[in-house]
C-alpha cells in the first residue's frame, strides 16, 4: 500500500509551457512625434516590441539605442530601428507619423500635398511587410491623409483610420476642468470633425459627471459654463496647437500619449470609444470623408460609429467640416 509521503518522492512535472503574449508596434518617422510616441508607448507598456522605421539611418538607430538604455526602468520590452523597412514586418499596429513638418502660421491643410506624396512613396512597402496591421495614420493633415491613405494602401476603412480628434478631446477636457475645477477624468466631451480649425465641440452631448454639460452651473467660486466661456474654450482647443509650434517647434507629448493610448485600445481589445478619424458612410448623411467621430476600437480595428445627439447647429457645423476636408482631398485627386 502506498503511503502518504511516497508522493513526496514523485518528480515533479512542470506544467505546460504557455505561448508569451506577444505584440509589436511600428511607428514609421523617427521625429518629434514618432520617437516620443515610442517612449509614451514603452512607459505605458502597450507593446512588447516597438519598431522605429525612418529613412535617416543615423537619426533611427539613435533614437532606438537611446530609447533602449532605458528599459531597465520601464515595463520589459525590445526596441529596434532601422532605416530598412523590414523592421515593421509582422507589426499588429503601425502608426504612421512621418511628414511634412508644420512651421508657424502654417494650417494642417497646407501641408497635404508634402504628406501625401510621402504616403504615397512609404506606405505601400510597410503595408507589404505587415499586412494584417492595423494601421493609424497621425502625420497632419489627419483626415485628408486617412482619405488619400486608404486608396493608396487598398486596405480596408476597418484596417486604417487616423488618430483624429482624439487629442482635440483631450484638449477640450482639460480646458473644462481648468475652468470648473473637476479632475479631468469626470469630464466627458468631444470633438468633431476635422482635425483642425473646422473642428466642433458637441457640447450637447458633454457631461461633468452625470451632470449635463449645458445644465452645469457652477462650483461655489467657479462660474458657469456660459455660452462666452464655451466659445473660448472651443478657440483655445484650436488654437493650442499653433501656439505650442510657434514656442516650440512641434506638437509631441500629448499627441504620443493620445496615439499609446490608441494603441492599447487595439492591442488590449478594449472596444474604447475614441473620437477616430474614420471614412464615414452615411452618418447623419455624410458620406466619402474621413471625420472624428465617436467609434468603438478595438483588436479588430474599426467598430460601429455611434450616433451622437446633436443640435442644428453641430450637425451643420459637422457638415462644413466634411465639405472642407472633402474639397481638399478632391484638389490633391482623392
Known amino acids: 500500500m502506498t503511503q502518504p509521503d511516497d508522493l513526496d518522492e514523485r518528480p515533479l512535472v ?3 509551457q504557455q505561448p508569451r503574449r506577444t505584440s509589436k508596434l511600428a511607428i514609421v518617422g523617427a521625429g518629434a512625434v514618432g520617437s516620443t510616441m515610442a517612449y509614451a508607448a514603452l512607459m505605458r507598456g502597450a507593446a512588447r516590441t516597438v519598431a522605429l522605421f525612418d529613412i535617416n539611418r543615423a537619426k533611427v538607430e539613435a533614437e532606438a539605442l537611446d530609447l533602449g538604455h532605458g528599459i531597465q526602468f520601464m515595463p520589459m520590452a525590445e526596441v529596434i530601428g532601422s ?3 523590414a523592421v515593421c514586418a ?4 503601425v502608426m504612421f507619423t512621418a511628414g511634412a513638418k508644420q512651421k508657424p502660421g502654417q494650417t494642417r491643410l497646407d501641408l497635404a500635398e508634402a ?4 504616403v504615397q512613396k512609404v506606405l505601400p512597402a510597410v503595408v507589404e511587410v505587415a499586412p494584417n496591421a492595423i494601421y493609424v495614420m497621425v502625420t497632419n493633415p489627419v ?4 482619405y488619400a491613405a486608404l486608396k493608396i494602401a487598398g486596405l480596408p476603412p476597418t484596417q486604417l483610420f487616423g488618430s483624429g ?3 482635440d478631446s483631450s484638449r477640450l477636457r482639460y480646458l473644462i476642468a481648468q475652468h470648473t475645477g473637476v479632475a479631468v477624468q469626470n469630464v466627458h466631451a468631444y470633438i468633431a470633425g476635422e482635425h483642425g480649425d473646422s473642428e466642433l465641440p458637441l457640447w450637447s452631448s458633454a457631461s461633468i459627471g452625470a451632470v449635463p454639460l449645458l445644465e452645469w452651473e457652477g462650483l461655489g467660486s467657479t462660474p458657469p459654463l456660459t455660452g462666452a466661456v464655451r466659445a473660448e474654450i472651443a478657440r483655445e482647443v484650436v488654437d493650442s496647437a499653433y501656439r505650442i509650434i510657434e514656442g516650440k517647434g512641434a506638437t509631441n507629448y500629448a499627441v504620443a500619449l493620445a496615439g499609446s493610448r490608441i494603441v492599447e485600445a487595439i492591442l488590449k481589445d478594449e472596444q474604447q470609444i475614441l473620437p477616430i478619424s474614420t471614412l464615414l458612410d452615411d452618418y ?3 458620406s466619402d470623408v474621413c471625420l472624428s467621430v465617436p467609434t468603438i476600437l478595438g483588436a479588430a480595428g474599426v ?5 451622437v445627439p446633436m443640435s442644428v447647429d453641430e450637425l451643420q457645423g459637422l457638415r462644413e467640416s466634411a465639405d472642407a476636408v472633402r474639397s481638399v482631398a478632391r484638389r490633391f485627386g482623392y
Open 14 to 16: 512542470a506544467p505546460p
Open 83 to 85: 532605416d530598412d523597412v
Open 90 to 93: 509582422d507589426a499588429d499596429v
Open 115 to 118: 504628406t501625401i506624396s510621402l
Open 143 to 146: 483626415d485628408v491623409v486617412t
Open 165 to 167: 480628434t482624439v487629442l
Open 284 to 286: 447623419y448623411g455624410i
Open 303 to 307: 467598430g460601429a460609429r455611434l450616433t
